[in-house]
């Protein structure tokens, strides 16, 4: 059914012409004409004004035509509006006027359509020959100085025309659009191809794409060309100066209704791609030449998906045109030699001559477009996006609705500040009273007995009331912390709670009472023993000192302090986010990554892992709406392009989004001195450290479809068998896991199918899917079956282990015989010894871990050299090479600030019975890291070696509350304690 419009008026006005000036002796005057659909609209004699200055005119008029149906708005915009300037002169003897064509001025009806129904404008005319004739020649008299003309010799300006165009009706609704193809040309075009007709055809008639192109100009000139391109499988600029063919109507446009638009979409979603064909028209030679099209043909695909990026307007693609082999029909004769077609043409000739035969057979021809490299060059515009982009406004609601703004209290948490500091304050003047009070008692009494002045003391503030004083002021205090600081304490329903309040606030009132006792009576510690400030960045680097050392628990610890301390910093969350997403807790890692969000709603690492985290948990719509805002908060990122585009492919691998990604990343993409050069090698690595395994394994196939293996694909490919095996020991460990790689891998494991292969599989679903049943009923009678037969045969049991053992075992040997290989091919890169150590650090392999590290320490750049080289004292330390262990941790803690560093400095320097060294490296440590408990159970010893039971029992104190879980360190503090006759009931 025809979607049909009403009829509308195009206006024209001509207000004034500057700069006219006349090409010939004779008396001239011009006119105007206004072109458009082949109507016609001619203005009034205009005079030549005064020095071609401007001349004012009053002329207008009006074009109708049809919009009826979307071809009369297809006929509209593949016309111009043109202006033309012509000069009219009547030669002597001539009984005619004679026209001249000095310059056009061409207005596409597009910007009509495009928000604007009015253009006014006053624009120079695109000079013609007579006027470029005229204007060569007159700047050479001006040159010379002489000139036949009477007038002067001023350069002459170009001239100009003040109009305006407009109409009153919409031309195209709301829901409709525009497509506009520009063919730039076919170039590189082998010079042995005979000059004649070119047609090139966009896509067919069975969709709703179809663009065709005729008499295009075979043209061989020198004139360099320079064209930049998007998309295709040419080089993103083509430069050269070969022949070409141009198109005289190069642009060509489609009117899209609602339904028209639709139906593109859905074929572009389905098809991806079209055909474009060039073929070459042949002119036969005698008194009628006969002219038949399609004939020498040359094809290429052309992708279309760029069309569907959200927001895109506008393509720019080149492609490589493909010889095509013409099907022969059954039964047909094979085509007569090329000397038997000249014979039969130079047969019956006059005089013998003999008319040259066409050229090449297609296939023949069509192979020497293809052997020189000749490609199109096309742009493709739409007025609308076919796909509608989010605004920013859009973006900022959907993250603001996925992750609700935190819950702000300023009043209660100051109201609450105030109280507990006014408490602190009460205690001081306390406290400060009582010294004063007790120093005058001291003097007046002139008492040697700290117990009799005491005493004194208390008696005094007995008798004179002060006593009470002190009471109420701690007791109104108290009060008021209560009320402000535990707002969520409602009256108490039995004793046992009140209880436990009491004791809770009891505990909460001691430990500040006495960090205001310690803070006012401090006096006499030297400045140099003050508190040592640590720094959120500190306080992360030792948190991922004691993951690098696989101290996971402490590290735990210290990126929970990081959230407590640097509550308001978005780094603290972020970055206990991706320690939890590498441990795979991802209840944790979500938990962190919404308060990093509320607390800065364009974090956008934040907002990818979060995104990520969704998206893996089967929130796919959530989670890619969070990587979208990602990346349209920064644009220009490479890595958040690469992150989305992964995430995308594991979730709809045909998604044209899919290649809006690539293509923004490639624009991106950063120079990388490193393994990991490529960006799929990058994103690979980004996504291992953050534990995401399923997902660097998208990637490093991908990298090996488009480039092949090399050595970083053997880097990446050994760090997640080595993944993989860590997996299986924590399997076998915990008895499960938080997240199931296997189980990533599986939803991932069609990621790279071809398109015939998945419509294959969807015409056999249906066939498939009572047997799918089946064998899910099977596969759990059979695990039900297999766990039970366990609990009753231990053997089972045994062999399972050993089962899961081997497979720990050959995963290790994977990633290790795949590092191999590549050392064998560059022995010297760093990434490869540091990996090669890591995978045997992490799984127990010390000795081969120490080889490795010795030899990439001693290499220029290697990365996290810091945690390279903890981790090769660590192996010193457990070898019993502690002169090596000293030296080495000795470096690291005098060229940066570490709390593992000096942790294995001291127990080197303990284990040499340097005693004073090791307490000053603990004591180091301890300033850093004052909560680690194995510092503590150092520092016992080093008291109980010292003779110091009293400091040693404190410190086993300390070590005790801190839960320190060192069976050897706790074996040998029992033993010292045993020989320096030290009791402690701690130890009981």
Not at 242 to 271: H, N, W, Y
Not at 757 to 773: L, R, T, V, Y
Not at 840 to 866: C, Q, S, V, W
Request: hydrophobic share 35%.
């Amino acid at each position: 059914m025809t979607e049909e419009r009403s009829k509308t008026e195009l206006k024209i006005q001509v207000t004034s012409v500057q700069n006219l000036v006349s090409t010939r002796e004779e008396v001239s005057w011009f006119r105007i004409e206004v072109e458009f659909m082949g109507k016609t609209l001619t203005s009034e004699k205009i005079d030549l004004p005064k020095k071609g200055l401007k001349k004012s005119l009053n002329f207008s008029g009006a074009f109708d035509f049809a919009t009826e149906t979307v071809e009369n708005i297809e006929a509209v915009v593949n016309h111009s509006i043109l202006f033309k300037l012509i000069e009219v002169t009547r030669e002597k003897k001539k009984k005619n006027d004679t026209l001249i064509l000095q310059g056009i001025i061409s207005i596409d009806p597009l910007l009509l359509l495009n928000g604007s129904p009015t253009i006014e404008d006053t624009l120079e005319v695109d000079p013609q020959e007579a006027l470029l004739e005229f204007q060569k020649k007159r700047k050479e008299e001006t040159t010379e100085g002489t000139s036949s003309r009477k007038d002067s010799l001023e350069p002459i300006a170009t001239p100009s025309i003040t109009f305006s165009v407009s109409t009153q009706d919409n031309l195209l609704p709301s829901t409709w659009n525009i497509l506009t193809c520009d063919l730039k040309g076919i170039v590189r075009v082998p010079d042995s191809i005979q000059p004649s007709p070119f047609n090139f055809e966009l896509g067919d008639e069975s969709i709703p794409l179809h663009i065709a192109y005729t008499d295009g100009t075979f043209l061989q000139t020198d004139t360099p060309y320079s064209f930049e391109v998007d998309h295709g499988d040419t080089s993103r600029v083509l430069n050269g100066s070969s022949p070409c063919v141009m198109f005289k109507d190069f642009r060509k446009r489609l009117c899209l209704s609602e339904t028209r638009q639709a139906d593109l979409v859905g074929t572009i979603s389905r098809l991806r791609t079209t055909r474009v064909l060039l073929s070459k028209a042949q002119v036969t030679g005698g008194k009628t030449p006969k002219r038949i099209d399609g004939e020498n043909q040359t094809e290429a695909k052309i992708k279309l998906t760029p069309l569907l990026y959200p927001g895109n307007t506008h393509m720019s693609c080149a492609g490589l045109l493909k010889a095509v082999e013409e099907e022969k029909e059954e039964g047909s004769s094979p085509a007569p030699p090329i000397e038997e077609k000249e014979k039969k043409n130079a047969k019956g000739k006059k005089g013998g001559a003999m008319v040259p035969a066409p050229v090449e057979s297609s296939s023949i021809e069509g192979q020497v477009f293809e052997d020189a490299g000749t490609a199109y060059v096309l742009n493709i515009n739409v007025l609308h996006p076919l796909v509608l982009k989010r605004t920013h406004e859009e973006v900022v609601a959907r993250v603001t609705e996925l992750i609700p703004p935190r819950r702000v209290q300023p009043a209660s948490i100051l109201a609450a500040k105030k109280a507990v500091d006014n408490f602190r304050d009460t205690i001081t003047g306390i406290a400060s009273d009582l010294i004063h009070e007790y120093r005058q008692t001291q003097a007046k009494e002139h008492s040697e007995s700290v117990d009799d002045t005491k005493d004194m003391v208390i008696q005094n503030l007995g008798s004179n009331g002060r006593y009470e004083a002190f009471k109420e002021k701690i007791k109104a205090s108290v009060i008021l912390l209560v009320r402000e600081k535990f707002t969520d304490v409602n009256r108490f329903t039995d004793t046992q709670s009140r209880h436990e309040f009491v004791s809770k606030l009891y505990v909460y009132l001691t430990q500040q009472m006495h960090e205001m006792l310690n803070k006012q009576f401090s006096f006499s510690q030297s400045p140099e023993y003050e508190e040592v400030s640590i720094s959120l960045n500190l306080l992360m680097d030792f948190a991922l000192e004691n993951e690098g050392l696989l101290h996971f628990d402490r590290a735990a610890d210290m990126w929970s302090e990081c959230v407590i301390r640097f509550a308001e910093d978005v780094d603290a969350w972020y970055g206990y986010a991706c320690f939890s997403s590498r441990m795979g807790d991802f209840s944790k890692c979500e938990e962190c990554l919404h308060r990093a969000i509320q607390l800065n709603r364009e974090h956008t690492p934040s907002l990818a892992l979060l995104g990520t985290v969704l998206v893996l948990q089967g929130s796919s719509m959530e989670g890619l709406d969070l990587l979208e805002a990602a990346t349209s908060y920064e644009k220009e990122s490479e890595i958040l392009w690469l992150h989305r585009m992964f995430l995308l492919k594991y979730v709809d691998p045909n998604d044209s989004v899919v290649e809006m990604c690539n293509l923004h990343a490639e624009k991106q993409r950063q120079c990388r001195d490193s393994v990991y050069d490529t960006s799929c090698l990058f994103i690979a690595d980004h996504f291992l450290n953050l534990g995401l395994t399923a997902l660097a394994q998208s990637a490093v196939a991908t990298e090996i479809l488009e480039h092949g293996t090399s050595i970083g694909v053997n880097v990446i490919l050994a760090r997640i068998a080595a993944s993989e095996a860590d997996n299986m020991m924590s399997s076998s460990q915990n008895g499960q896991n938080d997240i199931s790689d296997e189980e990533l891998t599986t939803r991932h494991s069609d990621l790279h199918e071809k398109d015939d292969k998945i419509m294959e599989e969807e015409e056999e679903e249906e066939d498939e899917e009572e047997g799918e049943e089946e064998g899910k009923e099977g596969a759990i009678e059979t695990k039900m079956q297999r766990d039970v037969n366990q609990e009753d045969d231990p053997d089972a049991t045994s062999d399972s282990q050993a089962e899961e053992a081997s497979g720990l075992e050959r995963a290790l040997e994977d990633a290790v015989k795949r590092i191999d290989e590549s050392l064998s091919v560059q022995y010297s890169e760093p990434e490869l010894w540091v990996q090669l150590g890591n995978i045997m650090y992490e799984n127990g392999h010390y000795d081969r871990a120490r080889e490795a590290f010795e030899h990439a320490i001693d290499l220029p750049t290697i990365k996290n050299e810091h945690i390279v080289a903890l981790r090769l004292g660590d192996i010193y330390v457990m070898e019993e090479e502690f002169e090596l262990a000293k030296t080495l941790f000795l470096r690291r803690c005098t060229s940066t600030t570490t709390s593992r560093g000096w942790f294995g400095l001291g127990v080197a320097c303990y284990r040499l019975g340097e005693l004073g060294e090791s307490e000053e490296a603990f004591a180091e440590a301890n300033m850093y890291d004052s909560k680690n408990p194995q510092i503590w159970g150092y520092l016992c010893l080093i008291c109980l070696r010292s003779g110091r039971g009293v400091e040693a029992e404190q410190c086993f104190k300390f070590a005790a509350k801190l839960n320190l879980q060192d069976d050897e360190l706790l074996n040998e503090i029992r033993l010292e304690m045993a020989e320096a006759g030290v009791q402690s009931s701690i130890l009981s």
